[in-house]
């Protein structure tokens, strides 16, 4: 009888700690909107139970999406964009790294650095000029073939101008220099 009531006192004593560390994982919004994992009330720690609206966690079908220009108005749009936030990377998810090792994107990484930094003032497409004589790779008359940044240097004064030449991969439409 001992023997039992060892055993369910052991049973009992394994479920009673088996419950305490079993804790509830609560899923929080902070104020930045950020998520977080706690085991601790999300009020606990200065955050809330909502969660944050759908765009803000990221779909990545729709930031795809959102990234592949289908035409090059929406990449001069998407680009114009890009400089009035003033993060590099919103510029760099136009770019087409592909096939570009890491010797040959810095250099065009700190380029699109140093572009963020000055203030836009327009985005113009570049058109493909009339060439009878070019042979059957040259563009049609009037084709986009790159998007001209204009910008003012941080004096408010002085223009800059950065050309990006444009080329499709994959259906969409991406920036180089």
């Known amino acids: 009888m001992s023997r039992i009531a060892l055993r369910c006192f052991l ?34 720690i200065g955050a809330s139970n909502r969660l944050p609206p759908p765009a803000a966690l990221g779909n990545t079908r729709n930031a795809r999406a959102a990234i592949c220009q289908r035409d090059t108005t929406r990449l001069a749009e998407a680009l114009a964009a890009a400089l009035q936030s003033g993060d590099a990377n919103h510029i760099a998810a136009l770019y087409d790294w592909a096939g570009m090792g890491t010797a040959s994107a810095n250099p065009v990484l700190d380029q699109l650095l140093r572009i963020t930094t000055r203030r836009l003032v327009d985005v113009q497409p570049l058109h493909a000029a009339s060439t009878p004589d070019a042979g059957a790779a040259a563009m049609p008359a ?8 204009e910008q003012v240097l941080a004096d408010g004064r002085t223009p800059a101008h950065t050309t990006f030449g444009l080329h499709r991969r994959l259906g969409c439409w991406w920036l180089h220099l």
């Open 142 to 149: 009037g084709a986009v073939i790159g998007l001209r940044v």
């Open 11 to 44: 049973l009992l004593a394994g479920m009673a700690c088996w419950q305490g560390a079993h804790a509830q994982v609560h899923r929080c919004t902070a104020a930045d909107g950020t998520q977080v994992f706690t085991d601790r009330n999300c009020a606990d």
